[in-house]
């Protein structure tokens, strides 16, 4: 009787970690830094990315662990790991992924560099000119904005700044006052280029560099006169960045978030990085100010900010060592002037960055001049610093149209951004609101409302991704412009919602979290799991950058099991095991990753037939389905939907160059050809060929 029992779908054992998944896509991007056959200088951006990754990942999921242990409040997800049980996994591999990273560095970017003319110059090599022209731009450009700080009772340790670079000087000999001062601290100003050019004809070639490390620890001496300096060691800490803002308790959540970002830069202590050359009396001596135990800190051999380096990928002008450039499709009013008209013959589907993000933009600007325009309402999660599209949004509004933006302040890292573009566009006469109380609003949506003869007609753009000029150039995403009648109703009743915080009325074709997406994809998963058991074909095919919720993966579990197949296309973090014997052997998940950032939300299920096709600003999380405004809205047209599931699915399904599937074990296997008869497909540089005419 107990061996035909259903399995346990909580089973911990059939969920991986969501830090660990984290980290083992960060390990993909490594890969791409391995890759030979990726351009030279965008190996060296994908190893910044995946240092610039860590430091997110340290600030934000390290932080929350460590936070939980301090706060006694520990929780513990469906793999079953307690907070302590995490971290001590995530020291092992994130030690040793930050080891690979400098490996990576001074074995195979560091010598490839050398050979293409590319030069970082040691201290230990400079010639006669160079260290004349070096300690020149010491005393002209650094010495006036250092400030060394020698360690007594009257100077404690100074406040050191989230990701800074800092120096730990071993001193011996007495200052000014007489006084035997063996430690200093200085910090290096952010404002200071961490990499300097050294001048034409000065070195081997015109691409010759040095660290900006390299140049304080060659003249540091200057700055503690008549003391010996014994050592020079540089530093950085990460610190926790989450924000804490009770909503509940305050009168103006733009006034509270500005008075907490100062705060994010002297966060708890997560995480030590120092040169591993450093003495281990330094070493514990910072361990113990900053409270850290020995897995907190890292040792590195190079430059404590890798990220830095993303600076040669810009002074170096080598086209050849580059991804090719391509132009993105013309926008679609370049075909059609008169976008509205376009627009009312049929939808329009547009995907970035192989197709122009203009289009969108010439949407905002043609309702913005428009005369019959009458509204436009919008949401705004990221959209960069001077921004066209707000500029346009501006413009509306002093022109006397009702223009409503609901600005996201509490977008991570953007929130100075958002609050700025909040203050400009109040300035110009436009209704601006910051979403719910508890809610970020995360829906990527903009209503214009226009009078066409004796009747109002609306039009829509829904989107996966931000309305970001930059982030559209390297990030896939999908947009649809509609003036459906049905459709556009909804997104109407979404903004009133958004704005007027009435109860949300029934939509007739939009799912929202956090009301009904959760429970709409649950359904939907079912139908095809009923589907499977009456016999009938079932698929359900799902692209996002993170598949987490519980619930969602023990319905994706039942379906595997009732005969649904079952085909992810997850970017990032998936908690969900495939292949598992009984459980998930129906499911296969695989990660795309290369030049762009895979990052839309379409989500299809086969309906026996009857097929559905959504696209979505939301990933399969708990934060998307329960704590944030989502919409996922239907691609309601038979032409575009089959062009998504090409576009979204079958080239990537078959991408054997840039895929990696993910194995019941947790681990990546990267695809590859099986042998040289087999052709090499690479879905990114399809589409670019489809879409772009590359």
Same mark, same amino acid.
């Given at each position: 009787?107990?061996?035909?029992?259903?399995?346990?779908?909580?089973?911990?054992?059939?969920?991986?970690?969501?830090?660990? =998944?984290?980290?083992?896509?960060?390990?993909?991007?490594?890969?791409?830094?391995?890759?030979?056959?990726?351009?030279?200088?965008?190996?060296?951006?994908?190893?910044?990315?995946?240092?610039?990754?860590?430091?997110?990942?340290?600030?934000?999921?390290?932080?929350?662990?460590?936070?939980?242990?301090?706060?006694?409040?520990?929780?513990?997800?469906?793999?079953?790991?307690?907070?302590?049980?995490? #971290?001590?996994?995530?020291?092992?591999?994130?030690?040793?992924?930050?080891?690979?990273?400098?490996?990576?560095?001074?074995?195979?970017?560091?010598?490839?560099?050398?050979?293409?003319?590319?030069?970082?110059?040691?201290?230990?090599?400079?010639?006669?000119?160079?260290?004349?022209?070096?300690?020149? &731009?010491?005393?002209?450009?650094?010495?006036?904005?250092? =400030?060394?700080?020698?360690?007594?009772?009257?100077?404690?340790?100074?406040?050191?700044?989230?990701?800074?670079?800092?120096?730990?000087?071993?001193?011996?000999?007495?200052?000014?006052?007489?006084?035997?001062?063996?430690?200093?601290?200085?910090?290096?100003?952010? =404002?200071?280029?961490?990499?300097?050019? #050294?001048?034409?004809?000065?070195?081997?070639?015109?691409?010759?560099?040095?660290?900006?490390?390299?140049?304080?620890?060659?003249?540091?001496?200057?700055?503690?006169?008549?003391?010996?300096?014994?050592?020079?060691?540089?530093?950085?800490?990460?610190?926790?960045?989450?924000?804490?803002?009770?909503?509940?308790?305050?009168?103006?959540?733009?006034?509270?978030?500005?008075?907490?970002?100062?705060?994010?830069?002297?966060?708890?202590?997560?995480?030590?990085?120092?040169?591993?050359?450093?003495?281990?009396?330094?070493?514990?001596?910072?361990?113990?100010?900053?409270?850290?135990?020995?897995?907190?800190?890292?040792?590195?051999?190079?430059?404590?900010?890798?990220?830095?380096?993303?600076?040669?990928?810009?002074?170096?002008?080598?086209?050849?060592?580059?991804?090719?450039?391509?132009?993105?499709?013309?926008?679609?009013?370049?075909?059609?002037?008169?976008?509205?008209?376009?627009?009312?013959? =049929?939808? !329009?589907?547009?995907?970035?960055?192989?197709?122009?993000?203009?289009?969108?933009?010439?949407?905002?600007?043609?309702?913005?001049?428009?005369?019959?325009?009458?509204?436009?309402?919008?949401? #705004? &999660?990221?959209?960069?610093?001077?921004?066209?599209?707000?500029?346009?949004?501006?413009?509306?509004?002093?022109?006397?149209?009702?223009?409503?933006?609901?600005?996201?302040?509490?977008?991570?890292?953007?929130?100075?951004?958002?609050?700025?573009?909040?203050?400009?566009?109040?300035?110009?006469?436009?209704?601006?609101?910051?979403?719910?109380?508890? &809610?970020?609003?995360?829906?990527?949506?903009?209503?214009?409302?226009?009078?066409? +003869?004796?009747?109002?007609?609306? &039009?829509?753009?829904?989107?996966?991704?931000?309305?970001?000029?930059?982030?559209?150039?390297?990030?896939?995403?999908?947009?649809?412009?509609?003036?459906?009648?049905?459709?556009?109703?909804? !997104?109407?009743?979404?903004?009133?919602?958004?704005?007027?915080? +009435?109860?949300?009325?029934?939509?007739?074709?939009?799912?929202?979290?956090?009301?009904?997406?959760?429970?709409?994809?649950?359904?939907?998963?079912?139908?095809?799991?009923?589907?499977?058991?009456?016999?009938?074909?079932?698929?359900?095919?799902?692209?996002?950058?993170?598949?987490?919720?519980?619930?969602?993966?023990?319905?994706?579990?039942?379906?595997?099991?009732?005969?649904?197949?079952?085909?992810?296309?997850?970017?990032?973090?998936?908690?969900?095991?495939?292949?598992?014997? +009984?459980?998930?052997?129906?499911?296969?998940?695989?990660?795309?990753?290369?030049?762009?950032?895979?990052?839309?939300?379409?989500?299809?299920?086969?309906?026996?037939?009857?097929?559905?096709?959504?696209?979505?600003?939301?990933?399969?999380?708990?934060?998307?389905?329960?704590?944030?405004?989502?919409?996922?809205?239907?691609?309601?047209?038979?032409?575009?939907?089959?062009?998504?599931?090409?576009?979204?699915?079958?080239?990537?399904?078959?991408?054997?160059?840039?895929?990696?599937?993910?194995?019941?074990? +947790?681990?990546?296997?990267?695809?590859?050809?099986?042998?040289?008869?087999?052709?090499?497909?690479?879905?990114?540089?399809?589409?670019?060929?489809?879409?772009?005419?590359?």
């Amino acid at each position: 009787m107990q061996e035909n029992a259903a399995p346990d779908l909580n089973n911990p054992d059939y969920y991986l970690n969501r830090e660990l =998944s984290l980290l083992a896509f960060n390990r993909r991007v490594m890969e791409l830094a391995q890759d030979p056959r990726v351009p030279l200088l965008e190996r060296l951006r994908f190893l910044c990315i995946s240092s610039a990754n860590m430091d997110e990942f340290f600030e934000v999921r390290v932080a929350s662990l460590k936070q939980q242990l301090q706060l006694d409040v520990a929780s513990i997800g469906a793999d079953g790991l307690t907070p302590t049980a995490a #971290l001590k996994q995530i020291t092992t591999t994130a030690h040793a992924l930050v080891d690979s990273q400098y490996k990576l560095l001074n074995e195979a970017i560091i010598p490839a560099l050398r050979q293409e003319g590319i030069y970082f110059v040691r201290r230990t090599h400079w010639d006669e000119r160079q260290l004349a022209w070096l300690s020149d &731009y010491f005393d002209r450009e650094l010495m006036p904005l250092l =400030s060394p700080l020698g360690l007594d009772p009257a100077h404690p340790f100074p406040n050191v700044i989230n990701k800074s670079l800092n120096f730990i000087i071993s001193l011996q000999g007495t200052d000014a006052f007489g006084r035997e001062i063996d430690t200093a601290i200085v910090q290096a100003p952010r =404002s200071l280029p961490r990499i300097i050019r #050294l001048p034409e004809g000065m070195a081997a070639s015109n691409d010759s560099f040095v660290f900006l490390s390299s140049i304080l620890h060659a003249f540091i001496d200057r700055l503690f006169p008549g003391m010996e300096v014994l050592g020079c060691y540089q530093f950085r800490l990460t610190r926790n960045s989450n924000m804490y803002v009770d909503e509940e308790e305050v009168d103006d959540l733009l006034q509270a978030m500005q008075g907490e970002l100062p705060q994010r830069n002297y966060g708890a202590v997560v995480r030590l990085e120092v040169a591993d050359h450093c003495p281990p009396d330094n070493i514990e001596y910072l361990m113990e100010h900053f409270h850290l135990c020995e897995q907190d800190v890292y040792n590195v051999n190079g430059p404590v900010n890798l990220n830095r380096l993303m600076a040669i990928a810009d002074l170096v002008d080598r086209p050849d060592l580059r991804f090719p450039p391509f132009r993105p499709a013309p926008s679609v009013a370049e075909r059609h002037p008169d976008l509205f008209e376009r627009i009312k013959h =049929s939808d !329009v589907l547009v995907h970035h960055p192989y197709q122009s993000f203009q289009t969108v933009l010439d949407f905002i600007e043609q309702a913005a001049k428009d005369p019959d325009v009458l509204a436009i309402k919008m949401t #705004l &999660y990221r959209t960069g610093k001077q921004s066209e599209l707000v500029k346009h949004l501006m413009r509306a509004a002093r022109l006397g149209k009702e223009v409503t933006v609901v600005v996201e302040l509490r977008a991570r890292f953007d929130e100075e951004a958002n609050i700025g573009l909040a203050n400009q566009l109040q300035n110009a006469g436009a209704h601006v609101v910051y979403g719910v109380v508890g &809610y970020k609003t995360h829906a990527k949506l903009c209503l214009v409302v226009r009078r066409e +003869g004796k009747h109002l007609r609306r &039009y829509a753009h829904l989107g996966t991704g931000n309305y970001h000029p930059g982030t559209a150039r390297i990030y896939t995403d999908f947009g649809l412009l509609t003036c459906q009648p049905d459709m556009t109703e909804d !997104v109407h009743k979404v903004f009133h919602m958004l704005t007027g915080l +009435g109860r949300m009325r029934d939509l007739k074709y939009l799912l929202e979290a956090p009301f009904n997406l959760h429970q709409a994809v649950m359904d939907k998963i079912q139908r095809e799991t009923q589907h499977a058991l009456a016999g009938k074909p079932a698929l359900i095919r799902a692209r996002m950058n993170a598949l987490i919720e519980p619930q969602t993966i023990s319905a994706l579990y039942q379906a595997s099991q009732a005969g649904v197949t079952v085909e992810l296309v997850v970017r990032g973090v998936c908690c969900l095991r495939p292949g598992i014997a +009984g459980i998930s052997e129906n499911i296969h998940v695989r990660s795309v990753m290369g030049r762009f950032l895979e990052h839309p939300r379409v989500f299809y299920f086969q309906n026996a037939g009857d097929e559905e096709l959504y696209c979505s600003s939301a990933d399969w999380m708990p934060r998307n389905f329960f704590r944030r405004v989502e919409v996922a809205f239907p691609i309601l047209d038979k032409v575009l939907r089959q062009r998504i599931i090409h576009e979204a699915f079958e080239l990537h399904l078959q991408d054997n160059t840039q895929a990696w599937e993910l194995q019941a074990d +947790g681990t990546y296997l990267r695809q590859q050809p099986e042998n040289d008869e087999v052709e090499s497909i690479n879905a990114q540089q399809q589409l670019l060929k489809l879409l772009a005419n590359v």
